[in-house]
């Protein structure tokens, strides 16, 4: 669906960020979840450099997404995924297990994958020619391979995390791709195609598109 700013949900997102990190901010999972059900929802832009100082008081670490529901405000993007969710079957069986299975793997993506792939964006980017980054480096490859072969046995030759897709194969993939430029993810076939089947879903693109018409071609504040 558009971005409607009628639309009664609010997605917080950065109006510019560097070139590097277009694609990969966190209001990316939302905007997903919303084209997935299609559901409408509206934009609220902030500065990533100059932040509003009372955004603080919707996110205390001046991050994004924040959702904004009606009366309903969350911030995370795991719990924002969840709350979205509940909207919609398609995103969150409604049977115990299949919930359970949903919730499982969404947090398994954020605790289980996530941290690593955080630590490897500070190895080659944030510190890259630091001799500790380089000195990291080997053994933080080898741990990454050894989870994502752990996940690839688990996903099996399902095509989805529980069979059909949910909020938990947007968690894992949007954390995934941070592992694609780094070779991880082609080292494990399976997880491969898993990641390429997520991302080739039209309501990835519709999002993905979405934060790009948002961004500013330089740094400043927001004006909406």
């Given amino acids: ?3 409607n700013p009628a639309a009664t949900i609010e997605i917080a997102a950065f109006d510019w960020v560097p070139d590097f990190a277009r694609g990969f901010v966190r ?3 939302p905007r997903w979840a919303c084209e997935e059900i299609g559901l409408d929802y509206a ?3 902030i500065s990533a450099v100059d932040r509003p100082p009372e955004y603080f008081r919707d996110q205390p670490w001046g991050q994004v997404p924040v959702l904004r529901d009606g009366d309903v405000h969350l911030f995370e993007s ?3 995924l969840l709350h979205l969710a509940e909207k919609d079957e398609r995103l969150l069986p409604r049977d115990p297990q299949g919930r359970a299975t949903v919730t499982s793997w969404l947090f398994a993506a954020y605790n289980s ?3 690593a792939m955080f630590e490897l964006s500070t190895v080659d980017l944030f510190a890259a020619g630091e001799p500790w980054a380089k000195l990291r480096r080997p053994s933080l490859m080898d741990f990454i391979h050894t989870r994502f072969g752990r996940l690839a046995e688990a996903l099996g030759d399902r095509p989805y995390l529980a069979g059909d897709f949910s909020v938990a194969d947007i968690a894992m993939a949007t954390v995934l791709r941070e592992g694609i430029e780094s070779g991880a993810v082609a080292e494990h076939p399976r997880l491969e195609a ?3 089947r997520c991302l080739e879903r039209p309501a990835f693109d519709r999002a993905l598109k979405a934060q790009f018409a948002a961004f500013r ?3 400043g504040p927001a004006e909406r």
């Fill in 113 to 115: 994958i996530e941290p």
């Fill in 194 to 196: 898993y990641l390429a």
């Fill in 27 to 29: 209001d990316l999972r």
């Fill in 217 to 219: 071609e330089e740094a």
């Fill in 1 to 3: 669906m558009p971005v």
């Fill in 43 to 45: 934009e609220r832009l």
């Fill in 78 to 80: 795991g719990a924002i």
